[in-house]
């Protein structure tokens, strides 16, 4: 049994993929700064901020040590938001 080709005379039209050297994400260069200012000091949370800009140095990472960071971050602000919330 054989399986069908695609259509004589190419109606199916190709699909470019990305190019070879693209890599997502910022340019290798490119640093974060600072967080930026939120104004009202009672409004921060040192903790937060501290996820906030690990999840912004985490941009300069090899993917895989990203989700990391990322799931590091996330956990730090769950329990961060939850403590807040009981008080």
Same mark, same amino acid.
């Given at each position: 049994m054989s399986r069908p080709g695609p259509p004589a005379g190419g109606s199916f #039209? #190709?699909?470019?993929?990305p190019p070879v050297s693209a890599r997502p !994400?910022? $340019?290798?260069?490119a640093? $974060? !700064? $600072? $967080?930026?200012?939120? !104004?009202?000091?009672?409004a921060r949370h040192p903790a937060v901020d501290a996820a906030v800009q690990?999840? &912004?140095? #985490?941009a300069t990472l090899a993917p895989a040590d990203q989700i990391a960071q990322y799931e590091a971050a996330?956990? @730090?602000?769950?329990? @961060?938001? &939850?403590t807040i919330d009981q008080t």
């Open positions: #039209a #190709a699909r470019p993929g !994400g910022p $340019p290798v260069s640093r $974060p !700064g $600072p $967080p930026r200012d939120v !104004g009202d000091d009672e690990a999840m &912004a140095n #985490a996330y956990e @730090t602000l769950r329990e @961060t938001l &939850a």
